[in-house]
Structures are given as structure tokens and as C-alpha cells.
């Protein structure tokens, strides 16, 4: 039992102790400083020259990151020039000579390509254990022999295919019963095989729960479980039969409640109960670290039988910190290193106090955290068998040592794998071992003094300056809902139940403020269950049309009128109107349009953008701009230009006319709002926002119809100025083509701003991130069936990789989950309706007929139930096919292969469209030259070609993919004005006011 002291007498002794502990294992350490006849040493000194220049080690880390790629040593040299070109100033005399005498062909090059990959791999050695079984096992003979225990983890390529997962498995089950038999013949060793509550087994493993399943999403828990839970369950049973330890690592923060669900829920099973060999990780550089150690110290006494907890730091700090700030949404982790040491401290004695039922392992290299663990344990009267301190395989080893003679079981995190996809954990170690705030770095190479390295981290708090909050610019983008909240799919799943109830209500016209019902109307169905019928929605005619018109005409003098300070703020009302509806909206999206949970999201989300930024730009256009010289005053400023015809699609309902709509608005324009028909009851809903906002009766009005029917009257009416239009080409062209014929009525030109979609390429280099290029394909191909006019329907594949893409481009897609779009796991949804159905299928006849088909996703289960098409892929595709040249709008995917990257750019550039393009690679020199010559709107660099950000990716083309500027950019409100000059002569008698002295006198 412990001894009954005063909290502040007990963190003051455990402070002593600390210290004390400290001084002692550093005066053992100085005298283990590997030698300059070690390895080490020379690897120690290529890290110390690496981190001395940021710039170095940034490119250093990329080449070393790219290596495992590169085939031939030609390849090698020249990403090595490309990579240091920049930084060549910053290296050694050596190293720069070698790389200015260097030609890729060359005897010189050959060596350099050599001494590049010996020396990579050599430092990958000391990281990672081994590939092969006799490599691992020769490994953890010889971690025995040293003293130490091991835990196994296996390195690999992302796993995106079920396949992958599958081999992930076996490689776990085989791995756990291979090493069973081996383990047995150690001699006994109670140090490391035994604990204060008995034996412990010899095999440790640890797993990532998502490499279980290639579709791991927390947006979808049920389904994620339920893929899951068995593969961890022959797990279990396969560490129960062998008397192996399995313990579950954690990942990033949107993985972490799942991965908790999961464990706790799998260990409470009747099979698993009495299980303790078994723990997860607890990372304290999270804040709701401890929130979650209650819940499972909870969870554990209920289960009545202890798990083991890894307290670490955290391993994805600038991943949590650059995703959070990317997507706007509060960070995860503490932002100061001292906040996360605080926290592993005060979190060890939670463990330390209840080691009974959660059984510590502290992983850290950190000497003062370690001491601090052993230091509380002492003044708990815990044994030190009753713990466990765990280190990463290649990293401090002198520490282990030591700790390990003091007595202590220590644990070596050994990962093991091939080098190839071993690298990105390479560079993660080399990252650690070079951080600024790294306790290896500040001890070893910086020598920073032994009493500030053991100096209690809540000292910091009474130094650390607080970090200024970013500057406010005026706008900042909407986040996306974070569906890994249980909060939010419970608001989501609310949000459907109730518009479902719902169903089957009529929605008028509103013109001039007034409903009106007609005898012609919309039935609007649910593509995921054709039988569905949503709603009508009243169908305009060309009569209807005119008055519609005529209500704008005659509201334009007194809204053009308005100031734009307040026309922005209506806009703002219509957002703030958008953000309280937000779930509602994006419900009505998800039945009406087929869009899985996370697309109708950003679609709400991206409304609520065009309005806040559209608000914010009019402020800064509404400032006139002077000019003035002596006797002479110029000011130009804008005004709008009357009434615009706003003819929206149905795959983006609410996005794409919003921006539209408001961008008109605010410019003082009034508006005839024509949605497309398939999404008439989302376009009904953002009338009701609008109305809601207190905007004039005639500045907008809902005319929903039949396209052919009222479309010419939009179009060709001499009383409208300006047409802006989203859909297809051929509509686009004969819009462009009707309005460019001047009635004699007209007072205006008109003014056409056309998006008329694309035939998009993604280029696959053969030095790519194929999980990531793999991912980006899929995402941009497929996510909501294909139907974005930004979507890719080309991927240009250089030959050497080709096979390898396709391959793991066709398994990856089988994985993905097509279904309703009310289903939170459902990927690819419906197509919009039977008539985009039946265009696709003839498109996929016709690409048999072209190419190979290499992949055809199977939906016979839900041909009845909706419009659904499975993910087609297409190989052996020539660049001037069918399917190569035409927009198909569907989950249709051409493979295209190319000898080499030029002739990529000029296949991805082949086409009548310039919308999206994209270019996975990691040389420098070709991404730099798709910058150059890919002839596309918007390129995208390592990343996926969709999902464009108001003001972050203002989107738009040209050729044949659009007319006008980019949507959500600094320029696409001046497309809706006029701009004025006045210019006023203001000498009289030779006599001026001074405007300079004026200024200056206010």
C-alpha cells in the first residue's frame, strides 16, 4: 500500500528525487558517448551537420523520403542536384564538388548514386530492425541478450486495398506463431519476464487498428467495427493461443475514438474479458489525455481485468497542428513542448495510482520524464516490476542500458519491414532525433546544461510568452463538420430523420415576394431510392419567367442603391441563417442529390464561404480609388449592372448557386434564381435562408422550371444584363452564342459567365507517393460517383510504374463502399438520375469496345433501389479515345500510360477542356515544369484535383471549360459591375483646393 503523504510533501520528495535520479543516470551516460570507431558516431555526425542548417536537413529528409523510389543511379543524381541545387552554398566543400562534377550517366554519378542508397540504408539499419524473419529474429536474440524486452511493429505501404489489410493480418498471425517456439527456449529472466502481478509473455506485438481496414472512418463507426472487430478478434485469439502480448497503437486524433470504441468494446466481449496481455496507447501531448485515462480506468474496473497503457508524448504534432489549422478546427495538442511534458507528468501518476488496473509503460527518451516516473513510483512504494519503460528501437541506447542495469524492465519499440515503404517511418526517427525540442538533440550535440534539461516543466510556464493569435484578414474559411464527433453524426443522423418527415411537401414560385403554385409541376426523387418522391416544386413558364424578370427590373433602383456595407451584411445574415440550418441543409442535400455525408456537408459549408467572402471583397471594392493631381480630382469606383439570370446545377445545389446568387447581390444586381430541375427542393430551401435574412421583396426571385422551357426567356430577354451559368458545355456554348445575338430592345451587352466542366487529368510520376498518389485518384475519380466537373477521369501513369499504380489503383477501388448517400460509410453514391445512368452506361460500351476494362464495380444488389453505377476503370486507353476526350460526368476512370513526363504534360493537355489537373511526384524539376506547361485553371500538386476552397483555390478554367473568372477569387466580383471614372476639375479663378492639406488637416 502506498504511504499516506500530503499532495504538496509528495511532489515536492518526487521533485527531490527526480533531480537526484537525474544527476546519477547522466553521469552514467556521459561515459557511454559512442566513439568515432562506432557506426554511430559517423551516423550521429551526419545528423549533427543535418540539423545545423533547417534548409539542409528539409531537403535532405525529402531525398531520403523519395530514395526508395528512384530505379536507376541516372535517377538518383539528378534528384540529388535538384533537391540541394537551392541549398548548395550550405554543404560541405566535398559534397559540393561531388554534385557539381556529377552527370547522371557518368562513372562520378554511378559512385554518387552508390555512396546515396549504401548510406541510406545504413541509417535505416540502425532504425528498423530487419525485412526478412531471420533479420528479426536474429534482432530480438539479440535484444535478449542485451537486456531487453521488444515489442514488434510491422512497417508497410499504407493500407488502402482490402487486400492490403488481408496481408497486414497474416503478417501479424504468422509473425506471433514463427516467434512462439523460439521465445520458449530463452533462459528465464525475471527482469524482463515477470512482472508485480505475474508472468508476462516473451512475444509483444503492436498493431494499428486502421490497418485492419482499408475504409477506416470514423464518419462511419458501425461499419468500421464491423469490419474490424473480427480481424482484431483472430488476433486476440491468436496471442491467447501462442501466449502473446498484443497492444493497440494510437494515430491521429480523428482515428482516436473509434480505435477506443473499438478496443474497450472488443475486450469487454465474454471471450476477451479475462484477457490482460493486452493494452493501447495514451498520448500526452493531447489535452483530453487524461479524460480518456478516466474513462478507461473506468471502463477497465467494470471489465474487472487490467490492460497495460504506452503513455507517450505523441508522434503526430505537426501533422494534428498542420491539418487542424488547415481545415480551421480547434488543435488537438498542446502548442508548447512544456504543456506536453507537464501533462506526461502529471498523467504518470494517475497511472502510477492505479497500476493495478492500468499498468504503466512509459515510452520516452525524455531523462527528466523517466526519472520523474521512477522517482513517483518510489514515493508510492510501487515496484519497479510493477512498470515498464519502453524506447524506440535505434534512439538512445546508452539510455536503455542504463536503465536497465538501475533494475528496470525496458521495452524496445521495434519496428520491422521492407526499406521501401520503412521510409516514411525513417524520416519520422530522423525528424525526432534532429527537433528543436528534441531532448537528444539539446544533450548530445547541443550540450545544453544538465539542470535545464531536468528542470520541472511547469517552470516553463512561468517564461513561456503566449502565442499571438493570426491576424484577422476579414475572412476565414467555414470548417467542415469533424464527423470522428460522436456530438456531430448525432446531430447529422437527427438532421435526416427529420427531414425525412418532411416528404412530399409543394413549393411555390416566389416572385415579388409572392408564392406562386402552378398547375405544372417538379416531383423531385431520391436517387439512392428511386421510389422516393421528396417533394413537388412548382414549374414555372415562360410567362412566369417575364414576371420574375420584371420583378427584377423594377427592384434594381433601389437596391443598386443600397450601400454595400449593408448589402455585405445581408450576405452575412444569409450565412448566419446557413450555420444555424447547417445539418438541415445538408440533409435535404444527401436525399435530393445522392451526396454521401461529408460531401453535402462541404457543400453546405461552401455556401456559407461564397457569402462571408463575397461580403468581405464588396467592403474592399466599395472604397473608390482616387487619383487626384493639382486642380484635378479622380475617383473610379463600380456600380452594378441590372439584373442577372442565375441558371444553377444540381451537383453542387446549394454551393454553386448561393455563390452565384450572392455574388450578384452584393454587387447591387437583382436576381431571377433559376435552379437545375433534379434540385429544386435545396434551391426551394436557400430561397427560405434568403427570405429569412430580410432581403426586399424582387431583389431575388425563385423561378424553378423545366430548363427548355424557360431558359430562352432568361437568356434572350433584352431586360437582362448579365447570364451566369454552371453545367454543360453545349448548354454553356448555346447560352453564350443566344445572348451574343443583341435584341434592339437591349440597353446593355451582356455579359456571360459560363463553367462548362472538364476532362481532367491527375499525372502519376515515377518517383510518386503511390499511397498518396493512389488515394488522390481514387478520391478525385470517384467520391460522389464522379459527378464534379472538377473530377479526374484521366490518370497519365509514366510507363516504368504503371503496373504497380494499376494494381493497387483496382484493389484500392474495390474497397470502396457503394450505397444509399444517407449511409455514413456510403463512398460512391448514386448517379443523379436515369438519364445521367443510361449516358454513363453507353460511355462504359463504348470504353470496352476502346480500351481493357480493368475494373467493374458490381451494383446488381441496388439496380432496383436507385440510380447506381460501381467505379469503372479503364487500361490500355489511347489518348485520343472516347473516353479520353469527352466528359463523361460518372465514376468512370481512363488509364493512360506515358513514356516519360513530357509526354504526360502533352497527354494531360490533349483535350478541348482546361478546368482541374494534378501531378503526383516528388521532383522538384517536374513539378516545377507542370507549373509551366499544364494548361488547366486550377493544378494541383501532390494532393487531389477536387474539393476547392473559397479564396484558398479560387476555381475556374478556360478553352472549353468556362467563360469568365474564378469563382471564390479576388477577382470574380468585378464581373458584375461597371466600373466609373469622374473626373472633376476643381481650379477656379486659378485658384484649387489643397487636397493634400485637407487630408492632413483630418
Known sequence: MARKKSSSDLNQQIEQRTRDLGEQIWGHLERREPTMFEKRWWDDRILSWAMADESVKVQMFRFVDVLPMLRSHESIVRHLQEYFEDVRKHLPWAARIGLELSQPNSVLGRALALNARSNARRMASRFIAGSSVEEIHYTVDRLRSENFAFTLDLLGEAVISEVEAEAYLQSYLDLISGLAPRVRKWSENVQLDWDSQGHLPRTNVSIKLSALCSQFKPTDPVGTMAVVQPRLRKLLRHAMKYDAYLHVDMEQNSYKPLTLEIFKQTLMEKEFRDFDNVGIVIQAYQPAAEQDLQDLLKWTKKRKTPIWIRLVKGA???????????????????????????NFEKLTKVLLENHQWLRPAFGSHNLRSLAHAIAAAHELDIPPSAYEIQMLYGMGKEQAQVFAELGHRVRIYTPFGELIPGMAYLVRRLLENTSNDSFLRQSFTEHVNLETLMMNPSEHAKTATKQKPAEDDGFQNEPLTDFSLEESRTKMQAALEEVEDQFGKEYPLLINGRAIDTKATITSRNPSHKSDSLGTVSSASADDAIDAIDAARRAFPAWSRTEPQYRAEYLELIAANMRRRRFELAAWIVFECGKPWEEADGDVVEAIDFCMYYANQMRRLAHPLHCDVPGEENVYFYRPRGTVAVIAPWNFPLAILTGMTVASLVTGNTVVMKPAEQSSIVAAKLMDVIHESGIPDGVVNFLPGIGEEVGPELVGSPDVEMITFTGSR????????????????QKMVKRVIAEMGGKNAIIVDDDADLDEAVLGVIHSAFNYAGQKCSACSRVIVLESIHDTFVSRLVEATKALKIGPAEDPGTVVGPVIDEEAQQRILEYIEIGKEEATLALACDTSDLEDEGYYIGPHIFTDVDSTCQIAQEEIFGPVLAVIKADDFDEAITIANDTPYALTAGVFSRSPAHLNKARMEIVAGNIYLN????????????????????????TGGPDYLLQFLVPVNVTE???????????TAEDEEE
Open 316 to 342: 503526430y504534432w505537426d501533422y494534428e497542428t498542420i491539418v487542424s489549422g488547415y481545415r480551421n478546427w480547434p488543435i488537438p495538442v498542446f502548442q508548447q513542448k512544456w504543456e506536453s511534458d507537464a
Open 985 to 995: 476639375n476643381t481650379m477656379r479663378r486659378g485658384f484649387a483646393p489643397d487636397a
Open 943 to 966: 494532393r487531389n484535383i477536387t474539393g476547392a476552397m473559397v479564396e484558398r483555390h479560387p476555381f475556374g478554367g478556360f478553352k472549353m471549360s468556362g467563360i469568365g473568372s474564378k
Open 730 to 745: 453545349d448548354v454553356g456554348l448555346a447560352i453564350n452564342e443566344t445572348a451574343s445575338d443583341t435584341d434592339t430592345r
